[in-house]
């Protein structure tokens, strides 16, 4: 089975421009989550979605950050416009339901933006 | 407010060593626990999970942790590391309360000396 897809796995870019992280859940999964990972704050939840409806964004940091889940296959992290200070690593992750928190959550690869 | 600690940034241990890796947590009720492993430039992978039950939980590539709910604990250990283990340890405690909200621990390196 394929695991959870990233892409691009790095990314530069300059301070004013759009960024868009894109994942690929494992199929059959029907959460998927957003998180961010930095040497200061770690790993942060950003965002997660249930059968493709945002659940809770309360970890998106400004109005400069969306994320979107088209459909069950595919999720995009948009950054719009980039700063500096957003230049982390972006993990996507997801997991099935199966009545609870019990579920394990499976981590793409990651992201790792730069931006300059 | 739930939290999780996890005390050691680094921990060196040489090949063949036992290991243990310290997580403590803060949360009102029993709590899900996790350990997940980030290897260098991979993902995080899950190597255990406590929900309930026998305290001493069984993992992948020969880890095992115990939850002690009276130190609010759930410490990692493995009888004999590998090279192979050198990686980023990360502990989260989920929220019986909250579906899906994992709190992690800031990680601990583990660094293997030959």
């Known amino acids: 089975d394929a695991g959870v897809i990233q892409s691009p796995r790095h990314e530069v870019t300059e301070m004013g421009q759009e960024v868009t992280l894109r994942c690929k859940p494992i199929?059959?999964?029907?959460?998927l989550f957003w998180y961010r990972q930095t040497m200061m704050r770690g790993l942060e939840l950003l965002i997660y979605f249930n059968n493709n409806v945002p659940i809770d964004d309360s970890g998106m940091p400004e109005d400069r950050f969306s994320a979107k889940m088209p459909n069950a296959s595919f999720s995009t992290l948009k950054i719009q416009p980039s700063e500096p200070r957003d230049s982390a690593v972006y993990f996507c992750?997801?997991?099935?339901?199966?009545?609870?928190?019990?579920?394990?959550?499976?981590f793409g690869p990651g992201t790792r933006l730069t931006v300059l | 407010a739930q939290s999780v600690t996890q005390p050691d940034i680094h921990i060196t241990v040489s090949e063949g060593a036992s290991l243990e890796l310290r997580c403590n947590y803060s949360?009102?009720?029993?709590?899900?626990l996790f350990w997940y492993v980030q290897s260098p430039g991979q993902g995080l992978q899950l190597l255990l999970k406590y929900f309930s039950g026998d305290t001493l939980v069984q993992g992948i590539k020969g880890f095992e942790a115990e939850f002690k709910r009276s130190q609010s604990s759930f410490n990692l250990r493995k009888p004999s590391v590998h090279w192979s283990d050198a990686a980023e340890y990360f502990c989260?405690?989920?929220?019986?309360?909250?579906?899906?909200?994992?709190?992690w621990g800031a990680g601990t390196k583990l660094i293997i000396k030959p």
């Open positions: 199929s059959g999964h029907d959460y």
């Open positions: 992750a997801s997991s099935r339901t199966s009545g609870g928190i019990t579920d394990t959550q499976y």
């Open positions: 989260a405690v989920g929220r019986r309360d909250s579906n899906y909200q994992l709190i």
């Open positions: 949360y009102g009720a029993t709590p899900y």
